[in-house]
């Protein structure tokens, strides 16, 4: 886990000026990176990296510079199957100095070009400079657990692993971007596709990579995407034996996640994700397992007594921390003056004082981001695909209506559901269109033009997979815009604290098993007599009669393995007492 930076220019702009804004841009991520600093110049090029030093402690200095090509390297995050990449490319006539994954990186893009990026399990953001055509080459991983930031400023093309770094890099202040923080408003996402809240920076898609030629011209594409099979398409195979398949997968991600040449721990919330985690690391590493949990004074809001059970169930150690009120505001500046983006739950706090807490024995942790999105955690708003299946495309006649119609209204607000963007948008905002019109000024409101823009970005996210069930629809865009905004939260927090977070259930090919299961794999009504009870009700009623089992296949693949009061307890979504506190005058 690291910190990187840099820009590229068709002309030379390497000034006294600019080695200063990359050296402050650098210095804003030492926390990212501590152990180590490197820079690159050239007329035309700067890069800069910060290390937190996880494998091959002696030899991982970056940038790094290939010896035969000249090509330079600055890279944020873990390739973790890089001895069976290295290995393979020593067959091809590579030789290699190093013993870190970063020379393996390297090494690939110089003998596959792009096509190295399929070949990556990892999570990763990186930029490589080829000086023989004279361009800059950058990638972020397929789920998007490692950030990328840029932008293009008086013809210079500027890039940096945070929000921060990169308006240090700048040389001129962006302009607000009016959609995507009227978006902001709406769901409390930081992004809106790759726009962010200041216009002219970009955020590189998940999967997606972007080059940047010597004259100066932007070349894209996108490697990597989710499948998207319709029904027919799926494969056939029982739950019994994807079950099998589906913790044998698991397992794998969880044991390459455990390669580092320094200590690793975990968080423990006492949920399921993070327990399955648990249950493998314990058994797969040769050192003790050690996992760390927060807490809070208020009742309702710990999770500690199914924590003891699960670290007495694999005989692990696990610390627990109590945050206080008092210590909240001052973490929550920190990390909006760190970051330079407004916090998107108030979850970022507690994760970093587990961060805090684990790094003074630890450097990596194992958390459990990803199996909602992936799995069907949430039976909202995911189970909000059969409230479309069944709704009214067009507006109610005065005639008597469905039971499945008055559900509708109940929910939504209005008679009908005309398509799955406006769906998603009423279910996932935070705030309705008149309560966040008295946060816009009317001027402003003009320019949004009703959210055109969201609107766009939504319609064009659910129209892109046509072909397959609903449910499966509704869980690609969320696994575009929910699970990214997660994985932006976890890196942010645990970069605040020196710490890297490595996300199992993000790993590539479980996220392509789960999207090959038929729906009812992953998430399924109880019993014949929940189907039948949830007939008249929205997805918002049959969650709270809990009429849903989610993440079944995850249940079932680690029934023998989970207690049975952890695999069977409903989500609690890591709770914090903020509201509790603001009652007493924390705001």
């Not at 991982?60 to 600055?74: K, M, R, T, W, Y």
């Not at 809070?296 to 921390?321: H, K, L, S, W």
């Not at 490595?502 to 399924?524: G, I, K, N, Q």
Request: with cysteine.
């Amino acid at each position: 886990m690291c910190g990187i930076a840099g820009y590229i220019a068709p002309d030379p702009v390497t000034t006294d000026a600019m080695r200063s804004r990359l050296q402050k841009a650098a210095e804003s991520m030492v926390l990212r990176g501590p152990d180590d600093e490197g820079f690159f110049f050239s007329q035309r090029v700067g890069v800069a990296h910060r290390r937190l030093a996880i494998l091959d402690l002696e030899g991982g200095h970056q940038p790094f510079i290939d010896s035969a090509s000249g090509a330079v390297l600055v890279y944020n995050g873990e390739i973790y199957n890089y001895r069976e990449l290295k290995t393979e490319l020593e067959a091809a006539g590579c030789r290699f100095q190093t013993h870190s994954d970063t020379e393996v990186l390297l090494q690939a893009f110089l003998t596959w070009g792009k096509d190295c990026l399929s070949r990556f399990i990892g999570m990763f953001a990186f930029a490589i400079y080829t000086p023989g055509d004279g361009s800059l080459f950058m990638a972020r991983d397929r789920l998007g657990v490692k950030p990328l930031f840029w932008s293009e400023q008086r013809k210079t093309h500027y890039f940096a692993s945070t929000m921060r770094a990169l308006l240090d890099l700048l040389p001129d202040r962006p302009a607000l971007d009016i959609d995507a923080i009227s978006h902001y408003l709406s769901t409390i996402r930081i992004n809106l596709g790759e726009n962010t809240l200041l216009d002219g920076i970009r955020l590189l898609s998940p999967g997606h990579w972007i080059r940047i030629t010597a004259e100066g011209q932007r070349q894209t594409g996108c490697y990597w995407s989710a499948p998207c099979l319709a029904p027919g398409e799926k494969p056939e195979r029982s739950l019994a034996s994807a079950a099998e398949e589906l913790r044998a997968l698991m397992q794998d991600a969880v044991r390459l996640r455990l390669i580092s040449d320094v200590p690793l721990g975990g968080f423990l919330s006492g949920g399921l994700d993070s327990t399955i985690i648990a249950s493998l690391a314990t058994t797969l590493t040769s050192n003790h397992y050690h996992a760390y949990n927060v807490g809070y004074p208020n009742q309702g809001y710990n999770e500690f007594p199914f924590v003891d059970e699960a670290a007495a169930a694999y005989t692990m150690r696990c610390r627990q921390i109590v945050l206080d009120e008092a210590d909240y505001p001052a973490m929550w500046q920190q990390l909006v003056r760190q970051n330079a983006v407004p916090l998107t739950t108030p979850n970022d706090v507690p994760i970093q004082v587990l961060a805090r807490a684990l790094r003074q024995e630890y450097t990596v942790a194992l958390s459990g981001e990803g199996a909602d999105e992936v799995f069907g955690g949430y039976t909202i708003p995911y189970f909000a695909a059969n409230d479309f299946d069944r709704a009214s495309r067009t507006p109610l006649a005065n005639a008597p209506c469905r039971a499945a119609d008055e559900a509708i209204r109940r929910g939504y607000g209005q008679d009908y559901l005309p398509d799955l963007a406006t769906q998603h948008i009423l279910l996932n905002a935070w705030l309705t269109p008149s309560e966040k019109s008295a946060w816009v000024h009317p001027e402003l409101t003009n320019k949004l033009n009703n959210d055109a823009a969201m609107r766009s970005f939504y319609c064009d996210l659910y129209d892109s997979h046509p072909q397959c069930s609903t449910l499966d629809r509704v869980m690609l865009a969320h696994l575009r815009v929910n699970l990214e905004g997660l994985l932006l939260r976890v890196d942010s927090s645990t970069m605040a604290a020196s710490v890297e977070a490595r996300v199992p259930f993000t790993d590539h090919r479980l996220v392509e098993f789960a999207f090959s299961l038929p729906d009812a794999f992953r998430l399924d009504w109880r019993s014949p007599e929940a189907r039948a009870a949830g007939t008249g009700l929205n997805t918002l009623e049959v969650s709270a009669r809990d009429l849903l089992e989610s993440k079944r296949i995850l249940r079932l693949a680690f029934a023998d393995t989970v207690p049975a009061s952890i695999l069977n307890r409903p989500k609690m979504s890591f709770p914090v007492p903020v509201f509790d506190w603001m009652q007493n005058g924390l705001a």
